[in-house]
Every structure is written in structure tokens, then in C-alpha cells.
């Protein structure tokens, strides 16, 4: 009898540690979302360079919600690459303001011209529709030309930055993925 519950109680241990070994294999990792309230930045004509790397908003790579500015719905996000790679950028879930029903929206790289110097120059991405230095995306699918996710590729080497324009006209927030 003793012989048979200890039998029982290893099945059942053993059945038991399978069970949660399975919901742990199952289960996908949760990224942590980290938000970011960058300042409003519209860039135009006359607008200085160096004020646009001081005033980007720095983002790591992962998922990112970026809160839009309420003034014009543009901002700049900075990104630092931590090894030479193809990193994707990825912005999706775009969010209109409660005033408007849709969202229109693109995002551009900016890279420096030289290193260390606070002079940007728009550089291309590689998207799904080939090479692009304007990407876009909406929160509808409404318009062909605005899918409600869109991606942009660019090659980075360690150390080096890169700027991101985003912008989004009756926008509140929208998801940027970077890996």
C-alpha cells in the first residue's frame, strides 16, 4: 500500500511538472512596452539641425509607444545602434484623436552627413515597396497608400545614430517596434 501512494505521488509530481513545463514552453515572452511624450517638432526650412538631436526623443530597441505631440502630431525619435546590423523599424497601431476618426501619417530617416558633426541628411529605407525615403502608414485601412503598419530598414553600425521623423496629422500615439 505505502508502495502504491509513492508510485501515485511521483505520477503525479512528474505529471504536474509536465503540465507547467508545457504553459511555460506555450506561453510567448512578454515584451516589455516602454512610452515615450516627445516634444512636438516640425521640421521646416530654417529649422537648425543641431536642435533637432537635442530635442529627438531617445527610444531603444524593442516596443515603444510614442505619445504624439497634440501641436502638429510631429516629432523626432533617436536611436543608437548597440551593434552593426539591419535594424527594422516598425510602426503600427496608430491612433486618431477623438476629434477625428482616421489618421494619415509617415515616418523618414535622418542620419549625419559626418560623423560627429550636427549636420542630417534624409537617407532612403528598404520597405516592402523597395527603396523609400518617405514611409507611410495610417490607422485605417482606408487608402491603399497608408497601411495600418509599414516597416523601414536601415543599416546601422555600432554607435552610429539615427533620426526618426514621425509624423501623423490627427494622430495621439502609435507603436514603434525597432529589432
Do not use: E, W
Not at 116 to 135: D, E, F, H, Y
Not at 160 to 178: P, Q
Amino acid at each position: 500500500m505505502r508502495g502504491q501512494k509513492r508510485s501515485i505521488n511521483r505520477v503525479l509530481i512528474t505529471a504536474i511538472a509536465a503540465v507547467l513545463l508545457g504553459i511555460m514552453m506555450v506561453m510567448p515572452a512578454f515584451a516589455k512596452t516602454t512610452t515615450v511624450k516627445p516634444k512636438s517638432m516640425y521640421i521646416k526650412a530654417g529649422v537648425q539641425d543641431s536642435t533637432i538631436i537635442k530635442k529627438a526623443a531617445k527610444v531603444k530597441a524593442g516596443t515603444t509607444k510614442v505619445m504624439l505631440p497634440s501641436k502638429k502630431g510631429t516629432c523626432v525619435l533617436k536611436f543608437t545602434a548597440t551593434k552593426s546590423k539591419t535594424y527594422t523599424f516598425t510602426f503600427s497601431g496608430l491612433k486618431p484623436t477623438s476629434d477625428s476618426n482616421i489618421s494619415l501619417g509617415f515616418f523618414s530617416f535622418l542620419t549625419r552627413v559626418t560623423p560627429g558633426v550636427n549636420k542630417l541628411k534624409m537617407v532612403p529605407a528598404n520597405t516592402k515597396n523597395g527603396s523609400q525615403t518617405i514611409v507611410q502608414y495610417g490607422s485605417s485601412n482606408m487608402y491603399a497608400a497608408y497601411p495600418t503598419s509599414n516597416y523601414g530598414k536601415i543599416k546601422l553600425n555600432k554607435g552610429d545614430t539615427v533620426f526618426v521623423y514621425v509624423a501623423a496629422s490627427h494622430g495621439k500615439s502609435i507603436n514603434c517596434k525597432i529589432k
